[in-house]
Each structure stands twice: as C-alpha cells, then as structure tokens.
C-alpha cells in the first residue's frame, strides 16, 4: 500500500483570534471563495491544529495511541459495549470481499477489495473523529477520496444521493442476531458531500491494514460528521435519486437525522453538544463547528438551517 | 456474629469501589477511563439500591427476621456509591473547582437534560433516607420514618430512568433493573402477610380460625 505522507502543516492555516470571532462571516466569504477560485488547488489536507476556543486556546490535536484506537468502538454488529468489537471481531472475516457499486452511474463496478488497495492508492489523513456520544479522537487514518472511486463509476445526471450498505453477516457479527438496531447498517450522503476532498474511504490505520473492530476491510470517513456516519465494512455503494434511509436515523428519527454535521449549537435531545471529551485528556474541550473542518465544508451548507436538517 | 457479617458486608460492599482504583492504577479502565468510573459506580449505585429494596421482601419469604438489621449497611454503601458517581461527574468529568465554567455547565446539565435532572433528583433524595438512617432518627421520626423512607422506591425508579435515557439504542440493563424495581414493589405489596406482626385485635377469632390473618395483622407491620 503506497502511503504518501502530508505535508507539514502552515502556521498560516491556524485560525487567527479575530477571525475566529467573526467566524460565521467568515465562513460565508470563504465558502464562496472556496467554491470560486481554490477549489482546483485545495490540497486534501484538513487544518490539523485549528485551535479551539478561549479556554482551551492552544491545544495541538495528537493521534490517539493504536490500542485506544482499537479498543475503544462503537461498533454494534460486534455488541454494544466498547470492549465488544475488539473482543468478539475475531471470526469476521474480511477476505475475501467485493464492493459492488451501483445505481444511478454509467460504468457500475463490482470490484475485490485487492483491485481497490492496488487501484487507488492510499494516503495518509490524519482527522478528528466526533462521536455524536459526546467523545473524540484523533485518528490517522489510511485511505483514498471517495471521489476518484466516484469518478470511475461515472454518477449520471440524476444521482444525488450516494447510500452505503455494510455486509450482513449474523454467524460472525454477534450483534447482528439482536434487534439493537435493524440489519444491515445503511448511510448515505449527499452526492456533494461524498465527492468532497475530505470524504476517504478508509482501507488501514497507522500503515497497517484496518482491523476488523475499526471496520476491515473498508470504511467511509466523514470527518465533520457524528461518527456514525461513517460507516463499516461497506460490501455495497449505490447511487440514488432519492435521500436514503440511514440506520441512527431509523433507530431515533429525532435524534440522528441524515447530515449528522457536528454543531455545538445544536443539541442532541438528551445531551449537550458544546463540548466533547478528548480520549486521553482529562478535562474536556469545546466542540468545533463541523469538528473544525468548517473552512473546508462549510459552504456545502449554505442556507441551509442546520437545526432542521440535523 | 451478626458484627462479623456487617463487617464482612461492608468489605463486600466495597469491594467495587477497590476494584476502580485498582483497574485506574493499573491503566485497566480502557481509553475513557472517566466513562468507565462513572458508569460502574452508577451500577453499582442501583445494584444496591435494588438490594436494599429486596431486604423486606426477602425476609417475608424466608422468615429470616434479623436480615433486617443489614438493610441500612446496604443503604448506606449504595449512598456511598451514588456520591462517588456524583463526585466523579462533579469534579473529574466537569472538571469543577478547576475548570473555568463547570458550574454553570453543571447547573445548566441538571436543568436541561432530562437523564441528569432525573439521576440528580435521585441523589437529592437519598441524601435525607442516609441522614436518618440512624437509630437516633428512627426513634425521632417514628411512624414517619417509614414514610419516609418508601421515597427509596422513587430514587431508584428515578435512578433507573436516568440510566434509561442515557444510552443509545435498545439496551436491556436498564429495562432489566427497572423490572427488577417492579418486581420488589410488587413483592412489597403482596403477599401482605408478615412473618412478624403477629398482632391481633383482643376480639379476633383464636388461632385455630381457617380464614386467614393478613387482612387485619398488615396495617401494624412494624417492616
């Protein structure tokens, strides 16, 4: 798997204090810029040390250690709790595997996961990763824009919507003979959304292939979204007309909707959004819009009221 | 002996409470560890709640008057337990004294969202049933004490809630305690008859009488 690593980050890409409390303005003008003009330049490297706010002003985001990142997961086909993947993925199964994608596209592929690794090399990303549970970490994440795979299929006219499916497998995936949720575990994303530099499909973690609690052997990440949206062990990615339905989604309606964008000024019913408990640190920290990706995503939203469309 | 079996409940009780600073030591409590503190001294809060609230019915089945006496050992380790959950969402959680703001996020926790509203009413509730759980208070209160003392019923139900409306998805543990809860309600209630309230008003019908005793022994049931 050929890793390219990223370039250093610019201290330019920090957000300055000023602009930072005029950020809703900001990000109106940015947004249109971006659309405009840096979009062909954009390189695909979110902002890595966007600091948060006065109080926990300063803070650099450091990737979590490979064991948390292993052992802590919501990952229910394995059980609910967050020891269950790691304890009870070891039957599953990952090779050998296809991904078929289909629907609304000109050239639908059925593909091995091997043509995947060799065809779309991987690259490095290191994100946050918001669970909508009210956690976070820092993630660096092997895998290739979801874009090029896109482009390949050829998405016709009518497509708008791209839905993922994950494999239903009850004799390796515990979880799924309980109805914690309905099987299989279903996403989807706006076609924007998924054709955007930041969306990967995820195929390792720190250079090593993806284990199977973290969703071998293929992944969506979504970095500004709640975790849930990205989906594992995907088996299945259609093009659709229609907004497909999503897991969370059907499990609570009123409490996972389709976007599932980060928002600190939006709160979950029962819980508050504002802030987030860092995995490894000991108070916890503001939670930025979009996770703090707002100057890469923010425009795809424009006019829209994230309170409705949640 | 009923010393020893104090003690020994006592040591049990705690028992828990040692297990988390063991596993916080030894870097056992996972990549949350304030998640895992919190949510097992919570457990462990409604376990012995739950406990406590078997006591009675217990001893109606069994007979065993003296279990009675070990009830308010269970209460109060369940009280412990609910305070060191409290504390941990307090002080390691939200960072109250040390974080700037945890207060006001606090106080707007407990007045926004319902599972923390519910869990605090809870601990509100136990801290008077703890205070007079004394003998002194006993004697006090009289029959009042154990008027009282049924809003243990209402913390755990609250208690329960709160762990209901925390969780995500379908969960069966919290159902399962609130059934739990149900049941020792229900056990509370009926069968009526008390193995130790064998009073009898001077009129009633000796003892050889078939009818049963219950209706008229219950109302002076001392449990």
Redesign the interface.
Same mark, same amino acid.
């Given at each position: 798997m050929l890793i390219k690593h990223p370039d250093d980050f610019r201290s330019s890409e920090i957000t300055p204090e000023s602009l930072y409390w005029n950020r809703r303005q900001f990000v109106g003008a940015a947004g249109a810029m971006i659309g405009t003009t840096l979009l062909p330049s954009l390189t695909p490297l979110p902002p890595l040390h966007v600091r948060g706010e006065g109080?926990r002003g300063g803070e650099d985001d450091k990737p979590?250690s490979y064991?948390?990142i292993t052992?802590?997961n919501n990952y229910?086909e394995f059980g609910?709790d967050?020891?269950d993947p790691s304890e009870h993925s070891g039957r599953f199964l990952p090779r050998p595997w296809t991904v078929i994608v289909e629907g609304e596209v000109h050239k639908p592929k059925t593909l091995d996961i091997d043509e995947i690794l060799t065809r779309y090399p991987a690259e490095e990303r290191v994100y946050r990763l918001r669970c909508?549970?009210g956690?976070s970490?820092v993630i660096p994440w092997n895998g290739f824009p979801l874009s090029k795979l896109l482009n390949d299929v050829q998405p016709t006219s009518q497509a708008k919507y791209v839905a993922f499916t994950t494999v239903y497998r009850p004799s390796e995936m515990p979880g799924q003979n309980t109805?914690? =949720?309905p099987w299989p575990y279903v996403e989807g994303l706006r076609v924007d959304e998924a054709m955007h530099p930041l969306t990967l499909l995820v195929t390792g973690l720190y250079g090593k292939p993806l284990p199977n609690q973290d969703g071998a052997p293929i992944r969506l990440v979504a970095p500004w979204k709640y975790g849930f949206k990205g989906i594992k062990a995907i088996v299945k990615i259609r093009l659709t007309r229609q907004q497909p339905p999503t897991t969370w989604s059907m499990?609570?309606p009123d409490e996972y909707g389709f976007y599932a964008n980060v928002n600190p000024t939006v709160?979950h019913p029962?819980?508050?959004q504002?802030?987030e408990?860092r =995995?490894?640190e000991?108070?916890?920290r503001p939670t930025l819009m979009f996770n703090g990706y707002a100057e890469q995503v923010a425009s795809l939203y424009s006019g829209m009221d994230l309170r409705v469309n949640f | 002996m009923a010393r020893l079996i104090q003690a020994a409940l006592v040591t049990a009780g705690l028992v828990p409470a040692a297990l988390i600073v063991w596993d916080a030591l030894h870097d056992n409590l996972?990549?949350?560890p304030?998640?895992q503190i919190t949510h097992r001294t919570g457990d462990w809060t409604i376990r012995l709640l739950l406990g406590t609230l078997a006591v009675t019915p217990l001893r109606r089945l069994t007979g065993w008057n003296e279990i009675i006496r070990y009830r308010r050992t269970l209460g109060l380790l369940a009280f412990t337990y609910v305070c060191l959950h409290f504390l941990t969402y307090l002080v390691?959680?939200?960072?109250f004294p040390?974080?700037?703001?945890a207060i006001r996020?606090v106080v707007?926790?407990i007045a926004?969202?319902?599972?923390i509203t519910v869990g605090f009413t809870a601990f509100l509730l136990l801290i008077p049933l703890a205070w007079t759980s004394t003998k002194g208070w006993i004697r006090r209160l009289g029959r009042r004490w154990k008027a009282l003392h049924q809003l243990l019923y209402v913390a755990a139900a609250l208690g329960v809630l709160h762990y209901l409306?925390?969780i995500?998805?379908?969960?069966p543990t919290p159902v399962v305690y609130g059934l739990v809860l149900v049941a020792l309600l229900v056990l509370r209630v009926w069968p009526r008859r008390s193995v130790t309230a064998p009073l009898r008003s001077p009129d009633a019908p000796p003892a050889a009488d078939p009818l049963p005793l219950p209706l008229r022994a219950r109302a002076l049931d001392p449990s």
């Open positions: 109080e979590n064991e948390d052992h802590y229910y609910p967050k020891r909508v549970e956690w970490m109805n914690i =949720l499990a609570a709160d029962r819980w508050s504002k802030r408990r =995995l490894g000991f108070l916890r | 996972g990549a949350n304030i998640e390691i959680d939200q960072g040390i974080q700037g703001f996020y707007e926790d926004k969202r319902p599972y409306w925390l995500k998805g379908d969960r």
